[in-house]
């Protein structure tokens, strides 16, 4: 079964960080474009970064120094290190896999930035 998890969202403070996890059951991480995406209720989904099979990076501008995408291609899993958190953050988190036509999608995790 083809299959993105996430987790590691939660509840944390103004300035905290997190680091979101998504595990690929069933396809080959390492072959995949792997981006992360936020949305909030009653805003337009938001790419947040993204990481290619060769390693490169982008990032929104808004999250540019704050937010680290990375990959453990033995441990089939792309990370979101989220640093200096912002309410602003607040929002589902999900993963999504391209490789060609082929997409993969995540279902989410919640991340609540609030004191």
């Known amino acids: 079964q083809v299959q993105l998890v996430e987790a590691g969202g939660g509840l944390v403070q103004p300035g905290g960080s997190l680091r979101l996890s998504c595990v690929a059951l069933?396809?080959?991480?390492?072959?995949?474009?792997m981006v992360w995406y936020r949305q909030a209720p009653g805003k337009q989904r938001e790419l947040v970064a993204t990481?290619?099979?060769?390693?490169?990076?982008n990032y929104a501008d808004s999250v540019k120094g704050r937010f680290t995408i990375s990959r453990d291609n033995a441990k089939n899993t792309v990370y979101l290190q989220m640093n200096s958190l912002k309410p602003e953050d607040t929002a589902g988190y999900y993963c999504?896999?391209?490789?060609?036509?082929?997409?993969?999608w995540g279902q989410g995790t919640q991340v609540t930035v609030s004191s």
């Open positions: 999504k896999g391209i490789q060609g036509r082929s997409t993969i």
């Open positions: 990481i290619t099979s060769g390693g490169f990076t």
């Open positions: 069933g396809i080959i991480l390492s072959t995949y474009v």
